[in-house]
């Protein structure tokens, strides 16, 4: 059930493992399967939503997918292996993947219901989003996490000034540091963005749609489209009403199966050792493993997944891998800051590996930090070199 990354990576696999199986892909929304983190180029007018909808309803078809857009499932009975349809139809299955994905947070703040006022997770949010940029002339965007920050450049490409708010004290609060954290505002700045920090947003105000956004330091900004990136919400209803363990997310093992037999989760809606990844890397690894185990139970085994972030933005190079935060062991962080070339580098180290990095305006040595990273080996003498690679 659900027709993102991680419900068709699994029913592309399942089709792969077992041949002869019936599978079948309910999908809530009425259109097929679109990349989301292209959604962003469809924002600043770059692509179109067809560019990034890689398969057409014959492409299900071909696989032998038995696919049905615009059918939410509404109820999952585990005992009797049934899934109710909004349609009012039963299905009965085997194996169940709840793939439900996750929806945008929209945070309580008065006057956050008044249009012009919007989430961006789905292609109708964009449809929306773009609508309003057409006549809208300033946006804000409250939140200075990835999505907030690329939906800033596209807006702004849109045309609009621009407007970020984030309550934490510079952007990218849990990826960077104060140091990374002002190189990354100077560059965004250098875009024609402002970058307000240290305070948040406590009410949107306008006359029959939203016109301004009063900010807790008594700041005005005025802004006709504001978008709320302000992180998300792992979908778990319908495995709650079932009565499965959810926490943050839809509770999984490392087989990703749920705590009710013949029921598996994966992807943005699914919770491994108390994490919620919401990322593509994840959803298509767990997905894997869920399909593995959904075919032959207890033939995979999933071990997490290294994170790893690009921006993007155009002229501004971050690239985030691995942990990028130390544990606090001695002699873990190793950096080296350029406020005025715009650029930061951090590496990771923990028992003499390198175990992550952010890399801030300049990426050389790309390569051999994922490699390092990748493979676990010690850095050794390598590490001065990865720190300042143009030396
Ligand atoms: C604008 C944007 C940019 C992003 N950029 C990046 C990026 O650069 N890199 C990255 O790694 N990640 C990025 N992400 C996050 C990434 O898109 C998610 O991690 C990924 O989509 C998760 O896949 P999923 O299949 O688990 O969930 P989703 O993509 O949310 O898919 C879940 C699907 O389930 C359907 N569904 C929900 N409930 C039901 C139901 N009851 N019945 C049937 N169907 C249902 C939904 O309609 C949806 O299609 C971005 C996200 C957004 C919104």
Redesign the pocket.
Known sequence: ???????VTTARRLRNLAPKAQVTL????PRPYYL??G??DVLSGDKSLDDISPYPLSWYEGQGIEYRPG????GLQPALRRVFLSSGEELSYDRVLL????EAFRPPIPGADLPGVFT??TAADVERIRARAEVAHAALVIGGG??GL?AARALRACGLSVVVLERSLWPLFRQLDREGGEVLKGRLEGLGIRVIVGTSCRALEGRGQVERAVLESGEKIEAGLVVMAAGIRP?TA?AAEADLAVDRGIVVDERMATSAPGVYA????AEWQGRVY????A?REQAEVAAANMVEPGSAVYAGTVVQ?RL?VAGVDLLCLGETQAQGGPGEEHRLVDPKGGSYRKLVVRQGSLVGAILLGDLSGEGAIRELIASGKPVGGLLPALLSPRD
Request: net charge neutral; hydrophobic share 50%.
């Open positions: 059930m659900g027709g993102g990354i991680a419900g309910v999908e809530a929304e989301r983190p959604l962003i059918s939410a499932a509404v793939a439900t994905g996750a961006l997770r990835w999505l690329e979908r319908l994966c992807g943005d809606a919401g990322i593509i890397p959803a972030n993007k």
